[in-house]
């Protein structure tokens, strides 16, 4: 079975400074591991995703994750927060070979203040 | 190109009544996927088609819930009879290949009263 683990109910930055929403998994094999943000009254909005090779993933609106498989964590992160950047963050893990269901992690709410 | 859309946003039903939902994939996206979000939990996994077969439907909760995928294009997925437990954010997603990206609808949100 493959799971997803968000810490983290809530994260509050202030505008400007580094963030990072957590994020580790379990599965078998290999993974394929997503992030998706949910804008309010919106739907679930692709962010990134890590299949294979570089460790160091870059996404939409200056986000980034690290896929660290000894730790089996897929952080998310942004060098400089922006009040827009305040919404519902979901980490999604597929397993390589065990079908196309996403699991996804409880969601984290990242509210970014001025 | 237009993303994935739901009908309708929105749905306030009585217990026992019948809700039906629908999606439209994105165009030439053979495969579409429903999940839902109850209760503020995690978002689960309900079923994937491929075109019009069901590939997988091991997250479906009971025998009240069905979704079909007529001529492979859009899927309805009809709750009868609807049930408190029921009420939740349901998702569609598309992806043109099984092991691509798959993209989200804004979801209907189900209120079961």
């Known amino acids: 079975a493959q799971s997803v683990a968000q810490p983290e109910d809530q994260v509050n930055v202030a505008e400007g400074n580094p963030l990072t929403v957590k994020c580790t998994y379990s599965?078998?094999?290999?993974?394929?591991l997503f992030w998706y943000v949910q804008y309010p009254n919106r739907g679930l909005q692709f962010l990134l995703k890590?299949?294979?090779?570089?460790?160091l993933v870059k996404g939409s609106y200056g986000f980034e994750a690290e896929f660290n498989k000894s730790q089996t964590s897929f952080h998310l992160k942004k060098p400089s927060a922006l009040v827009s950047d305040s919404a519902l963050y979901f980490c999604a893990v597929r397993a390589y070979d065990a079908g196309n269901m996403l699991t996804f992690g409880g969601g984290t709410r990242l509210m970014v203040k001025p | 190109e237009a993303g994935v859309t739901q009908f309708p946003s929105h749905s306030v039903i009585e217990k026992g009544q019948t809700v039906t939902l629908r999606c439209d994939p994105i165009s030439g996206h053979d495969n579409l996927y429903w999940y839902r979000r109850v209760m503020g939990k995690e978002i689960k996994f309900l079923l994937h088609?491929?075109?019009?077969?069901?590939?997988?439907e091991s997250g479906m909760p009971n025998n009240r819930f069905l979704a079909e995928r007529t001529g492979g294009t859009y899927s309805t997925l009809k709750v009868q009879p609807a049930e408190l437990e029921d009420s939740g954010v349901y998702f569609c997603?598309?992806?043109?290949?099984?092991?691509?990206?798959?993209?989200f609808g804004p979801g209907t949100r189900l209120t079961v009263l």
């Open positions: 997603a598309s992806s043109q290949a099984t092991t691509d990206t798959q993209y």
């Open positions: 088609f491929v075109k019009e077969s069901k590939q997988d």
């Open positions: 599965v078998s094999g290999n993974p394929y």
């Open positions: 890590y299949i294979t090779g570089d460790n």
